[in-house]
């Protein structure tokens, strides 16, 4: 890199004055300093180097808003991040336009899609098979509906204690329920 490329404000400056050589060099260090950027931030190499172009040419654009006194980088990031986000937007606006509506998939599904089948009621004689403990805090926190930490404080017990016999207990009942 040539000391050009070390003062992007003096190149900047230059380049509003006139100088051709100082615009085009900024125009090529700008365009190293931002292809890392964008390339943390898209996918495609493609859309790296297109979304580069537009880039370059908003800064083209926007040239005559640059306040001398500032710093580059940052104005330049500042025209970056609002061109990636447009561009992400318009690519995500595709995308939502091509997603199926949800809408009409209610009309295909049956009414009980989330429902399994099974309540507390439904494997309660399973329930009375686990072991005593488990079996109460199953019954306190499904069929009355406490919490685990009301559970706990119920059968002096610690939370993490109660969370840890119910989660056996479901591995229990879930290995029964499936040889069933």
Known sequence: MTNRDDNLEDLMRQSLAGDQRAYAELLRATARLLKPFLSNRLRQSGEVDDLLQEILLSIHKARHTYDGQRPYKPWAYAIAKFRLLDHLRAHYADRLRDAEDYDELEEILPDDVTETGMSYESISAEVEKLP?????????MHHDGYTAREVAAKMG???SAVKVAAH???KILRERLERQ
């Open 132 to 140: 005593e403990k488990q079996a109460t805090i199953l019954r306190l």
């Open 157 to 159: 017990m610690n939370e």
């Open 168 to 170: 056996r207990a479901y």
